[in-house]
Structure formats: structure tokens, C-alpha cells
Nanobody, 126 residues
Framework: QVQLVESGGGLVQPGGSLRLSCAAS????????IGWFRQAPGKEREGVSC????????YYADSVKGRFTISRDNAKDTLYLQMNSLKPEDTAVYYC???????????????????WGQGTQVTVSS
């Protein structure tokens, strides 16, 4: 029943912007945090940004601070990642994920997240 579906990926030039969306269903009453991971070819899955529902805070990886903004529309059960000033190193498959652990979302590794979307490809290239 739990389902996360990402959209909004694509090809963009360096310096451009994209907004990713994650439509969530089936778990909104018991998740503790939700956010975005990314994985580039040959690299480990990396936490990008997340929102802690239980603490009411947002967190960002150092590599994206000042460029990316995470937000949530509770009425639409949708999570967003606004990505500005994109760099080639941002190229990756981006995943929406949620966890049930009673913890700040940024303190958990990818392996500790419980629900995952299928991913959406973001390619930053000229």
C-alpha cells in the first residue's frame, strides 16, 4: 500500500533548475521523516535533503546547501525538491524515501529508510 512516485527529472544545462516531485500514499500517518537521496553511477547512495516530521526541521547535504530547497505540500501528499544552480556533479538518479524510525531524518543512512520510490534521472550537462 505504501507508494512513492517521483517525477520531474530530465536533462538540464549547468546553472539551470529542476523541480522534482514525490507523490506519497499509504503511510502518511506513521512516517517520521521523508526526503531525497541520489545515486550516481559508481557511487554510493547519498542523502540530499530531508524533512523530519517529528522534529519539524529540514536538513541538507553540504554539497547542495544554498542551491536546493525541500518542501512538502501536505494537502497533496507531495514532496518537492527545487534544484537551482545545477552542476554536472548533481547528475544522478534521485530517489524519494521515507522512514519510520524515531530519529532525525538526516541521522539515518539509506539502509535505514523503509520506503522508496523508483527514482528519476537528473542529468546536468552542456
Amino acid at each position: 500500500q505504501v507508494q512513492l512516485v517521483e517525477s520531474g527529472g530530465g536533462l538540464v544545462q549547468p546553472g539551470g533548475s529542476l523541480r522534482l516531485s514525490c507523490a506519497a500514499s499509504g503511510f502518511t500517518l506513521d512516517y517520521a521523516g521523508i526526503g531525497w537521496f541520489r545515486q550516481a553511477p559508481g557511487k554510493e547512495r547519498e542523502g540530499v535533503s530531508c524533512i523530519s516530521r517529528i522534529y519539524g526541521s529540514t536538513y541538507y547535504a553540504d554539497s547542495v546547501k544554498g542551491r536546493f530547497t525541500i518542501s512538502r505540500d501536505n494537502a497533496k501528499d507531495t514532496l518537492y525538491l527545487q534544484m537551482n544552480s545545477l552542476k554536472p556533479e548533481d547528475t544522478a538518479v534521485y530517489y524519494c524515501a521515507a522512514h519510520r524510525h524515531y530519529s532525525r531524518c538526516d541521522l539515518l543512512s539509506a539502509a535505514e529508510y523503509d520506503y522508496w520510490g523508483q527514482g528519476t534521472q537528473v542529468t546536468v550537462s552542456s
